[in-house]
């Protein structure tokens, strides 16, 4: 595999684990116990923490990346363990 699909493939994975990341670890205004700024949502966390959410973000998709390495290297999981119907011809 080539290093710019590699890359490419580990940037889609860390977009994908923003949303998986996101709503872990938030806490509300209600929730914190404090007052609302006026016109805020309901849902909007009471304090935003880029740092630390980057920094699980790329955790987990660092965990992911080596997870689809493997699985490329090894051939854990194939187009074949798919094919419920017996359609496909295993790549050889």
């Known amino acids: 595999m080539q290093i710019t699909s590699m890359l490419a493939i580990y940037f889609l994975m ?7 990341v996101l709503p872990f670890g938030v806490k509300t205004a209600d929730e914190a116990g404090t007052d609302r700024v006026p016109g805020q949502a309901d849902s909007a ?3 935003f923490r880029p740092g630390r959410f980057i920094l ?5 998709a660092s965990l992911m990346f080596v997870l689809f390495l493997l699985n490329y290297e090894f051939g854990w999981v194939r187009a074949e363990t798919f ?5 496909m011809k295993p790549v050889e």
């Open 83 to 87: 094919d419920f119907f017996g359609g």
């Open 45 to 47: 966390p009471h304090v």
């Open 56 to 60: 699980r973000t790329t955790i987990v």
């Open 14 to 20: 860390w977009a994908f684990s923003v949303f998986l």
